[in-house]
């Protein structure tokens, strides 16, 4: 049985939720829908939450069929991406039968470079990074349906201590911009960092930490003498 929290405010306590209290017509995908908007387990989305994915099942019902696919405990990866692609390009507000979530990033780009201040974290997520994450969406779901999957097939890799989750290994973005991204951090960059929020590491173009005095310093890389 799948339970759901909803914490409690002030003097109201928390609430819980069986799979079954629902009486909407999306109660079957109710896993989905949670696994795909992140989750402790799963990765997540900038900015986009629980509430968005509710109302866009409400507003496409056609994305009923995409998430019967993580449903499916026979489905393949390449059901399973393609399914989950589809759906995050409807997230961000385009058509899935022509829109490309590559193509929507660099659009999204475009408009975003356009404006005063922009967070980049508020981009779509690159082709590479969105079917890892539905690969750990699809393999949580069968998970909780308990239908046993080789995590090392959907998204994970494994650690000295425990599975981790793969990261994307396609650059979010052609080099030549990657090197433009810095931040003005002027101590720790952590969580609001414009480095940390784009997936990189600070740099030598950062104003204050030069990618070596912060908290996402870049990467020391060891020569074999």
């Known amino acids: 049985m799948f339970f759901s929290q909803k914490c409690g405010r002030g003097k109201t306590p928390d609430s819980y939720y069986s799979a079954t ?3 909407h017509k999306f109660s079957n995908e109710l896993l989905f829908i949670y696994a795909i908007s992140g989750c402790h387990i799963t990765s997540a989305l900038f900015g986009q939450g629980k509430n968005k994915f509710i109302s866009l099942f409400l507003k496409h019902e056609e994305l009923f ?8 405990p026979q489905a393949t990866t390449e059901q399973v991406t393609e399914a989950g692609g589809n759906v995050l390009v409807a997230l961000y507000g385009e058509d899935p039968a022509t829109q490309k979530l590559d193509e929507l990033w660099y659009h999204s780009f475009v408009k975003s470079a356009a404006k005063t201040e922009f967070n980049l974290a508020r981009l779509p997520p690159t082709t590479d990074a969105a079917q890892l994450h539905a690969m750990r969406s699809y393999h949580h779901v069968q998970t909780w349906l ?3 999957k080789d995590p090392l097939k959907w998204g994970w890799m494994h650690t ?3 599975l981790f989750p793969k990261k994307s290994e396609k650059d979010p973005a052609p080099e030549s911009l990657l090197q433009c991204i810095s931040c003005t951090c002027k101590k720790g960059c952590t969580n609001a960092c414009g480095c940390r929020n784009a997936g990189l590491h600070c740099s030598l173009l950062c104003k204050h930490c030069i990618g070596q005095f912060c908290e996402n310093p870049m990467p020391v890389i060891l020569d074999n003498v």
Request: charged fraction near 10%.
């Open 65 to 72: 069929n995409r998430a019967a696919t993580f449903l499916n």
């Open 160 to 162: 000295p201590s425990s």
């Open 21 to 23: 209290s629902f009486n």
């Open 146 to 148: 308990g239908n046993e």
